[in-house]
């Protein structure tokens, strides 16, 4: 069986972003880009699955410029067998991404997808179920436990105050929550043969953007804080003020 | 708050502090109590603390109380673990204001810092340089002039030594309030004399102790050696031969590849041996590839501390190793298949050891390295213990020996402990975990017994916490009294009138 998981090359949480010169987008001097920590969840629930099936291949797929492979690259460190990268240096809204990448797991039969539940960069979380959609597969998103049974899936789910437990069959893509597993380290012999391995790159099926950024701005920064004086001298100005200025009580 | 300051300048002890209207002084006592107290929770007391603003400020004080014969206590940021910072009465200098990065001079790999700059801000500084400056204690939230005072090490000491070998320069503010500037390499002790020059032109002649330090890691008492640098005299005397003002240290390129993993191991024996393999093959031998900048141990028990936070380790691991390895790109290759060919001799779990990817993951392997100090801690305040730590170093072909001793000697008292440390350097970390008072005083025992027996094998007490208040006694009894006797003298002739950290290194009785 091939599995497909699907991987987005972000900003490290801890870099500092800044918006770029055109006000449009991120910019990338001086930021370190890693994994998707959510993707990091798919790639061990994918090699988790190959695993337990005893068969099969993990392909991990990216869409976006060459940068990307470092992901790809970790990915097949990881132990994913081989890796795509969908070329291109051009800003993908969402579903621009998932029909390029619904196309590939169209060519290659992969009848189990895997994503991270969101890409921390643009947060939009909908890839996955955009995916599905192009594809006609099924989709269960947010799993925190994933069982496959022959053609069956089933399935814990993270809702708003609790879980709920889902079933399906193949085809399916799945959208990981962290909880789900603990994502393994690349073992040293994985690294030495993904830093030899070839990505493959192709040309991503084109799609016209439905989403268009018209403006990227920082939040404003924080005010600074105020001293007041360090004994309990100042309590009754401080209380005074957390009601009148800020509001808070 | 005006009018507040007002009062404690009138209740200042020290008269010359009110002409200086803009320092500030504090006595309230909610207010100081963090300067009465460190990160080992041993607490003193003091009449006031003040915060000069310069160097000028310092010695007017200083000079002030050498007049009077006001005691003084220097504190860093509190994160010590011997007291050294902890007043025992008389006057705090918090060098807290003093807390600039002069220079960063990138083609000469140096810097000029002032002493209460944080390590870690110093080091994220140097880094945005493409610099770094290796010695990295596991606490790096304190100041860099206590890190001198205390000769600080860490994880890089394996590869790079301790602080010592980064000092190019110092402005110390010796007890009597002169100034003394020395540079690394320009002046040295002849037949143990060692002859300083103060910024007055005075001269002052020490006798250099002439006891022989132990040839591990090792930070207790004074360096001495016959031919000793003068600096080395003030690196790691624990401030009671002066306050450090102004350093000039060495930095380095940054390493732009780091080779990190931790390799876990299913019993003590091979993990132990495995270390000793990377450290021979690391010393002394510029031809080897295997080369590690930090080689660190952690045992069954220290691991279990961190399974919740770390779920990837093994089950069944008995032992951890955690290293780095600073190589070329062209070298990665083999460097990679050297690492596999070592792991691999020494029954290391080759399919379970991790290995960074990439930088994010290799600070996480730090991370990881760093939680078992602050888990440790967590547990004591959890459940209200008190730790009993060892800090010994030994001659390496002693290490093995001195390790399955110690642990016997507290398995057999029944006494919960972890063991974790600096391998690389033979420098243990034996944390005992006391559940009672009587297990603590027994604990309190056997880190004396430890003591003993690390000493008895040509080892130290301290590798790299220092002495402090809390450990004279086991420096006493290391070094005999002979010796401390030789090294109050040398605090006497810095500090005739006995008033600067007092209590540090030796008791005070020894001043008298």
Redesign the interface.
């Known amino acids: 069986m091939k599995i497909a998981v699907c991987v987005s090359h972000v900003p490290d949480t801890a870099t500092k972003v800044n918006v770029g010169a055109e006000g449009k987008s991120i910019d990338p001097n001086g930021v370190t880009y890693v994994v998707n920590p959510y993707d990091e969840f798919a790639i061990e629930e994918a090699l988790k699955t190959k695993e337990k099936i005893g068969d099969g291949e993990v392909v991990a797929i990216s869409v976006g410029p060459d940068a990307n492979k470092e992901t790809i690259r970790k990915a097949l460190a990881m132990g994913v067998d081989s890796g795509v990268l969908l070329k291109d240096d051009q800003f993908r809204d969402s579903a621009s991404v998932a029909k390029a990448l619904a196309e590939e797991i169209k060519a290659l039969g992969a009848e189990l997808v895997f994503f991270g539940k969101q890409a921390v960069d643009y947060d939009n979380s909908v890839v996955g179920q955009m995916t599905a959609e192009y594809l006609g597969y099924n989709c269960i998103s947010v799993v925190v436990d994933f069982k496959l049974d022959d053609r069956k899936v089933t399935c814990e789910r993270e809702i708003e105050g609790g879980k709920e437990i889902v079933s399906t069959t193949l085809p399916v893509v799945i959208t990981t929550q962290k909880g789900l597993n603990d994502p393994r380290y690349a073992s040293l012999k994985g690294i030495m043969a993904a830093k030899r391995k070839t990505i493959e790159e192709k040309q991503p099926a084109a799609a016209e953007n439905k989403v268009e950024i018209i403006k990227m701005k920082k939040p404003a920064s924080k005010q600074p804080g105020k001293v007041l004086g360090s004994d309990a001298t100042v309590v009754p100005e401080l209380v005074r003020l957390l009601r009148e200025e800020a509001k808070v009580i | ?1 005006e009018g ?1 300051n007002e009062k404690i300048r009138e209740r200042s002890l020290i008269p010359v502090l009110l002409s200086h209207h803009y320092m500030i002084i504090k006595n ?1 006592p ?2 100081i109590q963090t300067y009465l107290v460190d990160a080992a929770n041993y607490k003193g007391f003091c009449e006031e603390v003040v915060f000069p603003e310069s160097e000028n400020d310092i010695i007017n004080i200083v000079k002030e109380a050498n007049k009077t014969g006001k005691k003084i206590t220097v504190a860093g940021n509190g994160t010590g673990l011997t007291g050294a910072r902890v007043p025992e009465g008389g006057i705090v200098i918090a060098t807290d204001k003093l807390n600039s990065i002069i220079n960063i001079d990138c083609d000469n790999q140096k810097a000029l810092v002032q002493p209460a700059v944080l390590l870690a801000d110093f080091q994220s500084e140097l880094k945005e340089k493409e610099l770094f400056y290796p010695p990295d204690p596991t606490e790096t939230n304190c100041f860099i002039g206590a890190t001198i005072a205390t000769n600080a090490s860490g994880a890089r000491t394996f590869k790079y030594g301790p602080t010592r070998n980064f000092v190019n320069k110092l402005n110390v503010i010796l007890p009597t309030g002169e100034i003394l500037s020395i540079e690394r390499g320009k002046n040295f002790a002849e037949d143990n004399k060692l002859t300083l020059l103060t910024g007055t032109g005075s001269e002052i002649i020490v006798n250099v102790p002439k006891y022989k330090m132990p040839g591990t890691k090792h930070s207790a008492g004074y360096y001495v050696n016959p031919r000793m640098d003068a600096i080395d005299l003030f690196i790691g005397a624990e401030g009671t031969l002066g306050i450090i003002t102004e350093v000039e240290l060495k930095v380095l390129p940054l390493p732009q590849n780091v080779f990190s ?1 931790v390799i876990f191991f299913s019993n003590e024996d091979d993990a132990l041996s495995f270390i000793s393999a990377v450290r021979n093959k690391s010393k002394d031998n510029p031809e080897s590839i295997i080369d590690a900048s930090a080689l660190e141990y952690f045992d069954e028990r220290a691991l279990k501390f961190l399974i919740d936070d770390f ?2 380790i093994p089950a069944e691991a008995k032992a951890a190793v955690w290293l780095e390895n600073e190589f070329e790109k062209k070298d ?2 083999i460097l ?2 050297k ?2 060919e070592l ?1 691999e001799k020494f029954n290391g779990d ?2 379970n ?9 290799r600070k996480s392997f730090q991370d990881f390295r760093h939680a078992v100090s602050w888990k440790v801690s967590e547990y004591l305040v959890k459940n209200n213990l008190k730790k009993v730590g060892t800090d010994t170093a030994v001659p390496h072909e002693k290490f093995k020996e001195f390790y399955y001793s110690c642990k016997d000697l507290v398995e057999n008292a029944g006494i919960d402990y972890i063991a974790y440390g600096h391998f690389g350097d033979s420098h243990l970390h034996l944390n005992m975990l006391p559940k009672s008072e009587n297990e603590y005083s027994a604990a309190k025992e056997l880190y004396a017994d430890i003591c003993r027996l690390s000493v008895s094998l040509g080892g130290t007490i301290s590798a790299e916490h220092g002495i402090g208040k809390l450990k004279r006694e086991y420096l006493l009894e290391m070094y005999g009294e002979k010796y401390i006797i030789e090294m109050a003298k040398v605090k006497k002739m810095l500090d005739p009138n006995s008033i600067m950290n007092i209590g540090n290194i030796f008791s005070e009785e020894y001043l008298k």
Request: proline share 4%; net charge negative.
């Open positions: 708050m507040n309230n909610e207010e993993s779920p990837n990665e290759e990679y298949n690492w596999i792991i080759i399919d050891a991790w290995f960074a990817f990439d930088n994010v993951e």
